[in-house]
């Protein structure tokens, strides 16, 4: 099944302690971003991807690293995670970029930072 | 900058009503746009788009029109059902720099009661 795979669904971390979010998708898509989606803001894009190993910032890159060194997986790091951090976070992929082919997202992952 | 405004909602509705969800856009040149569907606990999927002007997009039996003279790219179906209760955003691409970039609107809450 062609799908984008999110891991973890659910995670609730401390402030300061590191973590990342993986991402990977399988249909050999060379365009994958990072969003977060928070009420009242929407949707916004945090780092995107165009393939391997080229990476750009979002619109909210800042406490946020990404890394693209295969097609596959697109990893989400929150070196130094802050509250304001909590969020629903996705990712999402697309063949060769969303204006045309539209995304396909993945389930999400909702991350609290206490 | 392009940007796209949604009705607010949320929308509620008794199953086989007329929907209209409204979406109007600001955008230089002349965008692509989207309709994507979130239903609960899940990502955002794709539901139709419309490249050009006076194009219309359609699928579950959802239409919308892309209106040039009015910038706008309203979400309508005849009928709805209780399944269709979820989150609809409204999306254009924007032209602006190398980012095949999506432009989201807020979202707007459809609930559909039996």
């Known amino acids: 099944e062609a799908q984008v795979t999110q891991n973890p669904r659910y995670l609730i971390t401390v402030t300061g302690k590191k973590l990342t979010v993986t991402c990977s998708q399988n249909?050999?898509?060379?365009?994958m971003s990072w969003y977060r989606q928070d009420p009242g803001l929407g949707l916004r894009q945090i780092y995107y991807?165009?393939?391997?190993?080229?990476?750009d910032k979002g619109d909210v890159p800042e406490g946020y690293k990404v890394s693209r060194k295969e097609k596959r997986n697109f990893p989400l790091i929150l070196e130094s995670p802050s509250p304001n951090q909590t969020s629903l976070y996705f990712c999402?992929?697309?063949?060769?970029?969303?204006?045309?082919?539209?995304?396909?997202f993945g389930s999400g992952t909702r991350l609290t930072v206490v | 900058g392009d940007s796209v405004t949604q009705m607010e909602g949320p929308v509620t509705l008794s199953e086989e009503a007329f929907l209209t969800i409204n979406c109007t856009y600001t955008?230089?040149?002349?965008?692509?746009l989207f309709w994507y569907v979130q239903y609960p606990g899940e990502g955002l999927q794709l539901l139709l788009k419309?490249?050009?002007a006076d194009d219309k997009g359609s699928n579950k039996g959802f239409e919308a029109t892309y209106r040039k003279e009015t910038t706008s790219f309203h979400l309508e179906k005849g009928s709805v059902q209780v399944s269709d209760s979820a989150v609809y955003f409204c999306?254009?691409?924007?032209?602006?720099?190398?980012?095949?970039?999506?432009?989201w609107g807020l979202g707007t809450s459809l609930a559909v009661n039996p």
């Open positions: 999402a992929s697309s063949l060769r970029g969303p204006n045309i082919y539209g995304y396909t």
């Open positions: 419309a490249t050009k």
């Open positions: 991807s165009m393939n391997v190993e080229v990476t």
């Open positions: 999306a254009l691409h924007s032209n602006a720099g190398n980012n095949r970039k999506l432009i």
């Open positions: 249909m050999n898509h060379e365009y």
């Open positions: 955008a230089t040149g002349y965008p692509s």
